[in-house]
């Protein structure tokens, strides 16, 4: 079955970059995402992309997807101590059409050291 | 920005007693989700809805669920008999296209039963 895997945590430096990885199974995922949940919140789609691209940025988000090792990763750079928060992967397969689910990873704590 | 409003935040409900999750949509938005993340687990999919239906629903969804769309603004989730394992973060989530960009979660409901 499908399956999203995610390191648990993750410490930088404030102002470092922070690179959260993760792997998937299902080869035919046609959407990959990142999501962020703040403490007391709900999941924030931070950014996304398609199965037929390599990369993605948008201002200190760089997404990279290696197909082929199904690797998606999310850097941030120039971390800010608002950037603590769990990161979630989420693939999605459009194989049976209609309105489908998405798949989590754990999600990835991401703290900041000053 | 518009929200998905979930209420309440928490609830707590003795094992056997039926609950309800209410959430209301972005106004503009078509399909519908439940999730759910158990304390310490990834987040699962529930259910998906569209014109007033069931589009998908995951293994979780027994006959214990049903979703419903009471009028124009609520979703709601039932449990109709909780069990403890049923204690978890419930996350309702709108989107106005099927899938392509990503959802809006709510804050989630933290439902304890006890």
């Known amino acids: 079955g499908e399956d999203v895997e995610q390191s648990l945590f993750l410490s930088v430096r404030e102002g470092d970059s922070s690179v959260i990885n993760c792997t998937y199974t299902d080869s035919s995922s046609t959407y990959l995402y990142w999501y962020k949940q703040e403490p007391g919140a709900g999941l924030q789609l931070l950014t996304y992309i398609f199965s037929n691209m390599d990369m993605k940025q948008d201002q200190r988000l760089t997404v990279l997807l290696n197909k082929k090792d199904k690797h998606l990763s999310l850097r941030i750079a120039d971390t800010q101590t608002g950037d603590s928060a769990i990161y979630f992967c989420a693939e999605r397969n459009r194989s049976g059409g209609g309105a489908d689910g998405l798949t989590f990873g754990k999600g990835t704590h991401l703290i900041i050291q000053p | 920005e518009p929200e998905v409003t979930q209420t309440p935040s928490h609830q707590v409900t003795q094992m056997g007693q039926e609950v309800i999750l209410r959430c209301v949509p972005i106004?503009?938005?078509?399909?519908f989700y439940w999730y759910r993340q158990i304390l310490g687990q990834k987040v699962e999919f529930l259910v998906s809805f569209y014109n007033n239906e069931i589009s998908e629903k995951s293994e979780i969804f027994d006959d214990q669920f049903s979703v419903e769309r009471p009028d124009g603004s609520n979703f709601t989730l039932k449990i109709r008999s909780t069990k403890l394992e049923d204690s978890a973060m419930y996350f309702c989530?709108?989107?106005?296209?099927?899938?392509?960009?990503?959802?809006?979660f709510g804050s989630g409901t933290r439902l304890t039963v006890v």
């Open positions: 106004s503009n938005h078509l399909y």
């Open positions: 989530a709108s989107s106005s296209t099927e899938f392509n960009y990503g959802y809006t």
